[in-house]
Structure formats: C-alpha cells, structure tokens
C-alpha cells in the first residue's frame, strides 16, 4: 500500500479512557471513539450526525416507505414473523434464536468471528465486548447486558487479526456508527444481526433502577420490560418478579436512563441485515425483522430449529400513549394496588402484537422528542428523523 492511499484513520488515535467525547453529553458509549475510527466520528456517530436514509439505501438498497405504516414504524423489510426455538438455549435470556445464528455462521466457517458481549468476570452486568471464535465464547455472551456498552471498540482487533468475514451482534447506535465506516474496515463480507433497544443507562444507573424496583437487586440475573406491561426480573434461584409498568418510582428514576437512549429514535434497529427482539410478538415467542437478501440468508441457517408464526395485532394504542405522556413528564407514580389493577385491565384490552410495538416506539418517541426540543432544540429539525416526526404528530405534547 502507498502513502497515497494509506488509510487516513490509521494515523488517528484513540480518545482516551474517560476524555470527553464528541458527541458530549450524548455519547452512547458505543466503543467507535476507543479506536482509530474516531477519524469518522463526525460523519458516522449517531448524535452528531443523523442519516438513516443514506444509510439505509446503503444496507438494503432502499429507504423506509413513509406511504407504508409499517415501514415508518418497524423500518425497511422484506417480512417479519413470530417465532421460537424449539428447543431454547438453557441461560438465554429468550429462546436462544441470536446465539444460534451466530452459532451456525461459525460452524459453517461463513465468519471467522462474532461481535457480542460477555459480562467481566466482577460483575454480571459489566459489559465485555469480545470478538468470539467459538461456539463457547458465543454462549458466554448470552442474556442481554442493559448497559451502555463500547462494542466497537474491537474494531482495531478486528483490521489487525485480517478478518475478511465477521458478523457483529449490537444496538442501534452502535450500527449506524459501524455502517457508517463499514467500507474502511477491509472485509470481504459483514453480516449484522440487531436487536432492538431502548432505555440503556450506566453502570451506576441501573444499579439505581435495580434497587429503586426490585425486591432483590444483588440476585437480579437478567430483566426485560415485557408485553404484559410488566418488568419480569429473573433472579439467581430461578423465580421471576413481577412489577407493573405504572407501579414504577417514575420521579425518582426519570433522570436514571442515559441521555443518549433519551434521544434516539432507532428502537427497531433499523440498519441491521436481521433484527430479533421480543416487541412484536405475543409472550413466550421472538419478533423477526428480516431487513434484506443477507438477513434472510443468515435466518435460513436455524429455519429447522425454529417455530414460527404470523405476526398479529390487535388494540388501540393511542388514548394509553397520549395519557403516558403527561403521566411521565410530571413523574406520576401509581399506589401499587391501582398500578397492578390497571395493569391486569391494559393486558386484557389493551394493545397485543404490533399494536403493542407501536405502543411501545409511540411512548419513547414523544418523550424523546420531547427530551430533544428542551435539552438540545437546536438539533431538533435535523437530528429527529422525518419517520419519527411523523409518529410524534400523531399526539398532543407538553411544552
């Protein structure tokens, strides 16, 4: 390689642990700025330089359809569907459809390497981003890790070791920024599999979120907010707690979630070739979002290990949303005997399948959106994308 065309981020170097990053308040800790690549930040870091639809016609060859309801919602896709694994990964957090897929990509040598987490070996929730090579090291990295993790911060490892086929396993933020300097990095093929995200906080923060909620935060083993509109916390002995939605300490946790979840309006992830989440589906089974040609490839690979199902929809979200939005803004929290009530009447009337994913997006985006024109309104018009502005118009807002 000549100097002419030597790349320019080599020359770059890493900001260093615990410097202030460009993106300032917003950063989401997503691991770009941790190597060379901080070269890019400003075109490719998600809260400084907001381009779903360039990005998007780069990883599916087409932009969302705002004509399209379920395009402005769940983003460009080719179907999506519910489904399960027939037989679940023992320690997964759902049925093990991820680990699976990552599994199978290195079994059949279409990688050489995933990008997931594992956890350090001090704390169960201290993420670990690792470039695993076997199945073992994919297993480790089962259970989502709820906290704001660096995992493009092996992206140097990555150029170095002379990887040609990888497949990286993150969030949202975490996505545009590697899409972004996707055609830097010297692979022959990236296969991405997303899953969705919303309300990550710190290390600190969920400690606070842990003991301000559960009844016992040391043996939390892993939590998800759930469809039944209720958080369901996994503890070490196997049993599972149940806190309502409208039960939580809304006033004292309002501050907790980072303010880079605070203003991101890619839930769906959408720039991921597969997205697996649970959003969309009914309870006990995964929602699948097969975005593009690579991410059905990568979905044949478990379609033997796996039952699936039409997605469904039924509800009305809207009159739960718009009354969500002041309830929060002014942190209103039920007596828990009227959370768990109103919690039983939503699950049996309220939105299920789709409705409920749309529920769900319709809440974060107004608050977001909210977030974004008080802390930071000079970056409304361009940091909000039209899709979410459209979701947002549906409803009534404070000022």
Known sequence: MTSVDFPKHKKAKALKPGSRRPAKELCSECGLCDTYYVHYVKEACAFINQQFETLEKQSHGATRNLDNPDEVYFGVHQEMMAARKQQPIEGAQWTGIVSSIAIEMLNRGMVEGVVCVQNTKEDRFGPMPVIARTPEEVLAARVNKPTLSPNLSVLEQIEQSGMKRLLVIGV????????????????????????????????????????????????????????????????????????????????????????????????????????????????????????????????????????????????????????????????????????????????????????????????????????????????????????????????????
């Open 172 to 399: 949202g933020c975490q996505i545009q920024a590697l899409r972004a300097v996707e055609k830097q990095l010297g692979l022959e093929k990236l296969y991405v599999l997303g899953t969705p995200c919303v309300d990550n906080v710190t290390r600190a923060g969920l400690q606070k979120f842990l003991d301000n909620t559960s009844k016992s935060p040391d043996t939390v083993v892993y939590y998800e907010f759930m469809q039944d509109f209720r958080v369901h916390f996994k503890h070490e002995d196997g049993s599972t707690e149940l806190v309502p939605f409208f039960g939580l300490n809304t006033k004292e946790l309002k501050d907790v979630f980072a303010p880079s979840c605070m203003s991101c309006f890619d839930y769906v992830n959408s720039l991921a070739d597969l997205v697996v989440g649970y959003m969309g589906a009914p309870f006990g089974w995964q929602w699948i979002l097969v975005r593009n040609d690579i991410g059905k490839e990568m979905l044949d690979l478990v379609k033997d290990q796996i039952d699936t199902q039409p997605v469904m929809s039924q509800g009305d979200r809207k009159a739960a949303v718009q009354q969500s939005i002041p309830a929060y803004d002014k942190g209103v929290t039920l007596p828990m005997w009227a959370a768990k009530l109103m919690g039983v009447v939503i699950e049996k009337i309220g939105p299920k399948g789709l409705e409920y994913a749309r529920f769900s997006i319709d809440s974060h985006f107004t608050r977001n959106y909210l977030y974004v024109k008080r802390q930071h309104p000079e970056k409304l018009e361009a940091h909000v994308p039209e899709f979410a502005k459209r979701i947002v118009g549906q409803y009534k807002l404070p000022e």
